[in-house]
C-alpha cells in the first residue's frame, strides 16, 4: 500500500488515453476534455483561511548590489502586482528566514502563477522561497515548498508545533 493516495481516484472507469506522438514528434496528444478546476481555485488541502501561497523573497543585505536590487526588485513588484498583498523589506533574518527578505502572498492560482513566471526571469540576483499555506507551517515550508534559485536552510524549529 502506498503512502500516497492515488491521483487517478475517479478515472477507473475512463478511455485510456492516446498514445499517438503529436506533429512536433515528441508531445503526446490529449484528447479535449473539461477545464481543469486547479485553473481558479486551490486544492482542498490549503488552508481555506489564508492566502495559497506566500513568496519570500531572499538577499544578502551586506551585499550593497543585492541589497539595492532587492529593494528596487520590491517596488517594482508593488507596481506591477498592486492586487497581492506585499509585506515591507527585512534587512534582516525574520521567523524560519535565514536572511533579509520581503514576503508577497498570492490569493488564487491564477496570481500564483503570473508572479511565480515573472519572478523566474525578473528575481536577479535574489532567491525565492514558494510555499502553500495548507495549515501545518513545518511541511509547508521544506517537504511542499520549491525554489527560485539557490536553496537556503531554514530555522525549522520556529515553525515546529509547540507542545500544550
Excluded at 90 to 100: E, I, L, M, S, Y
Amino acid at each position: 500500500m502506498s503512502q500516497w493516495p492515488s491521483l487517478l481516484a475517479g478515472y477507473e472507469g475512463a478511455e485510456p488515453l492516446p498514445t499517438t506522438i503529436n506533429p512536433d514528434g515528441k508531445s503526446l496528444y490529449n484528447p479535449p476534455g473539461p477545464r481543469s478546476a486547479s485553473y481558479d481555485e486551490f486544492p482542498k488541502q490549503f488552508n481555506p483561511s489564508k492566502n495559497g501561497f506566500d513568496f519570500h523573497i531572499y538577499y544578502m543585505p551586506a551585499v550593497a548590489a543585492q541589497a539595492q536590487y532587492a529593494k528596487e526588485l520590491h517596488e517594482r513588484v508593488r507596481r506591477e502586482f498592486p492586487e497581492l498583498r506585499i509585506y515591507r523589506l527585512w534587512d534582516k533574518p525574520v521567523g524560519p528566514h535565514p536572511t533579509a527578505m520581503f514576503e508577497v502572498n498570492t490569493f488564487n492560482p491564477h496570481q500564483t502563477g503570473a508572479l511565480f513566471s515573472w519572478l523566474v526571469v525578473n528575481r536577479g540576483p535574489c532567491d525565492v522561497l514558494v510555499h502553500p499555506n495548507t495549515g501545518d507551517a513545518l511541511r509547508d515550508h521544506t517537504e511542499l515548498a520549491t525554489w527560485i534559485g539557490k536553496t537556503w536552510p531554514l530555522y525549522e524549529e520556529c515553525l515546529r508545533p509547540t507542545p500544550s
